[in-house]
Structures are given as C-alpha cells and as structure tokens.
C-alpha cells in the first residue's frame, strides 16, 4: 500500500507528498534528499537535507508502508545532513 498523495517537479526537484503523521513532503535532486516534516502547532515544519542518498534509497522511502518509521530505521542516522529551518 503506497501512502504517496501527490509527485511534482519543483526546480528539478523531484517532490512527493506523503500521507504521514510526521512528514509532509520528502524531495529527491542528485543524490539529495529533502524532508519537510509536519508541525504540531500548526506552524511550517522542520525542513532537513540529507547528502549523497542513493535514488534507491528514496524510492525505497518515498514506497514504505510507514515513512516515518522508515526515516528512523534507515536514513535519521545513516546520512550527513543540514537543517534549514
């Protein structure tokens, strides 16, 4: 069961909504992999980028039957990252 809501194209980023209880949207450009996470006060979440995330990996993410649990188990801790907001 796939939890994509929605896929488009933002400046050659390749976005996917999710339907998640933690994450909004996760992004994928060259190796790069960008979360936006959900706010609990209503607020924009936090916003991560993940460097040199293989495209297998995203796929494998972005086609978990829970991303959340996914983003724990194989990307929290395997990848360099910065946070942008």
């Known amino acids: 069961m796939s939890n994509i809501k929605e896929v488009y194209e933002s400046y050659g ?11 909004d949207a ?5 190796n790069d992999l960008f979360i936006k ?9 936090e916003e991560y980028l993940f460097f040199e995330v293989p495209e297998s ?3 494998a993410f972005i086609e978990a039957e829970l991303v959340g649990s996914y983003f724990i188990d194989e990307i929290a801790n ?5 946070k942008l907001k």
């Open 13 to 23: 980023w390749k976005v996917v909504t999710v339907d998640s209880a933690v994450i």
């Open 26 to 30: 996760i992004g994928f450009l060259n």
């Open 37 to 45: 996470f959900k706010s609990k006060n209503g607020e924009d979440g």
């Open 57 to 59: 990996e995203f796929e």
């Open 78 to 82: 395997d990848y360099d990252f910065i």
